[in-house]
């Protein structure tokens, strides 16, 4: 199984500032790797897949970069509806697995 | 517009079975590899299983194998998760979700709104 470790576990930012995200995969899962948002008591939303291409409706200050174990989400600069859990997934190997996510706060 | 409604969630007791159920709208249920996610209470997403458009090929994680299981009723744009010889850790909200069906794995572009599943005596 392909473990996806995140960090950081918390990020503490304001509005407007910059947020980066990390995600390292225990062995290469090539591009196939994907964020989703999630805010409390929600189903996730996807955000990014294929590490840098944007699904329908994300707005452009969310970007994803990376390949093989080294992905990036950011966040260039933070709105009050970006507060949430981060959740990186990789869709290389069965089971898909999930990061253990990072919660971006104020 | 696409919508996926789950049901069946509940209280059971540790050993005892449940079946959720999963109704599909606004895509053509047949094309598309479907998936339950969990998320245990306050932890993160745990893929479960999932099955393939036609509902030929089925997958799970190693924790369910052999007590649970994954159906489609493409007449119905229903999809199902049999569940049984439950155990407390398999308290979660169980959530639906819809391949984006890119080719390959699995990335979701629609989940439902989830139902709870608890396994307490």
């Known amino acids: 199984e392909i473990v996806l470790t995140q960090s950081p576990a918390t990020l503490s930012l304001s509005p407007g500032e910059r947020a980066t995200l990390s995600c390292r995969a225990s062995q290469s899962v090539s591009s196939y790797l994907a964020w989703y948002q999630q805010n409390l008591g929600q189903a996730p939303r996807l955000l990014i897949y294929?590490?840098?291409n944007r699904a329908t409706g994300i707005p452009a200050r969310f970007s994803g970069s990376g390949s093989g174990t080294d992905f990036t989400l950011t966040i260039s600069s933070l709105e009050p509806e970006d507060f949430a859990v981060y959740y990186c997934?990789?869709?290389?190997?069965?089971?898909?697995?999930f990061g253990q996510g990072t919660k971006v706060e104020i | 517009e696409v919508q996926l409604v789950e049901s069946g969630g509940g209280l059971v007791q540790p050993g005892g079975s449940l079946r959720l159920s999963c109704v599909a709208s606004?895509?053509?249920?047949?094309?598309?590899?479907m998936s339950w996610v969990r998320q245990a209470p306050g932890k993160g997403l745990e893929w479960v299983s999932a099955i393939s458009g036609g509902g030929d090929s089925t997958y799970y994680v190693d924790s369910v194998k052999g007590r649970f299981t994954v159906s489609k009723d493409i007449s119905k744009n229903t999809m199902y998760l049999q569940m049984s010889s439950l155990r407390a850790e398999d308290t979660a909200v169980y959530y639906c979700a819809k391949d984006f069906a890119l080719g390959g794995g699995t990335v979701v572009d629609y989940w439902g709104q989830g139902t709870l599943v608890t396994v307490s005596s």
């Open positions: 997934q990789q869709r290389s190997n069965w089971p898909w697995t």
């Open positions: 294929d590490a840098s």
């Open positions: 606004g895509f053509t249920f047949s094309r598309y590899a």
